[in-house]
């Protein structure tokens, strides 16, 4: 009778680990699908330009858990498609329509500068070097610089720690130069945070430092390997959209729909459906820098 019970807990344990699994399988593809707009813009803007062409480029990120990963589908997911895909809507754009192309750090002034895409949505700080070549609507979240180290390491905790110390960042990105100029480490540069883990893994680096929101992907997808060095962020990441430099009424009208999408719930849907699986805070909408 006790093995019974035994192997029926047993089965009901693994029956719901079986239903766990699928559901966050179902979790890591979910997407919150708004509903297109039937739109009108005054002649002449970008988002008239958009709407009637039907279609709209958008960089991304695509290995960052969370934010803008690639799919099996070949389709990028995350809080920043969630983002972008809203703003197609607005636009009369319907997701399968959204060109997604992929956007590192390093070149997303230049291919906004060069046209190779309408709109970046790529864990993009609002800075002010950045600002003299492109333009920032938003920011819709604000995520802060932090260290992402070996599980077993536990002599790191802040950034004082890895001075004179070799860590892995990406050329380009924010993170990489306040760890140098500012805490003084040795910084081992590759071009996605993705190319980071194994050098950190084997132990070539001491750390992989960006934004709290992007190591946390990481941790998630293998927390027996890596963990957090601390809880505590050492910079603010204001999160925006970049545009091309200059395009005020493009840059005002998303700001209004990052506005109205806060009171709609899409932005807490699109925060749910992705990121919010992980990290738990759920955020709201900063306020909108109307610069
Ligand atoms: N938010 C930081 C940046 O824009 C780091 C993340 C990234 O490289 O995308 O540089």
Redesign the pocket.
Known sequence: MKSLITRRKSLLVAASAALALTLSACGGSSTTTPPVASASFEAGTTMAKLSEAKTIKIGT?FD?PLFGQKGLDGKPVGFDVEMGKAIAAKLGIAADKIEWVET??QN?ESFIEQGRVDLVI????I?DA?KEKVSFAGPYYE?G?ALLVNKDDNSITKPEDVAGKKVC??T?????KTIAEKYKAEVVPAAT?TACLEPLRNKQVVAVT??NV?LAGYVDKEPDAFKLASDETFTK?P?GIGLKKDDTVFRNWINDQLEEFAKDGTYKKAWEATAGKVIKTAPELPAINRY
């Open positions: 990120k960052q590192v750090s997303r790529a864990t993009y700080t800075n950045r995520a610089q960042s990406v380009g990105s924010t993170p990489a945070y960006t934004d992007i990441e999160y």
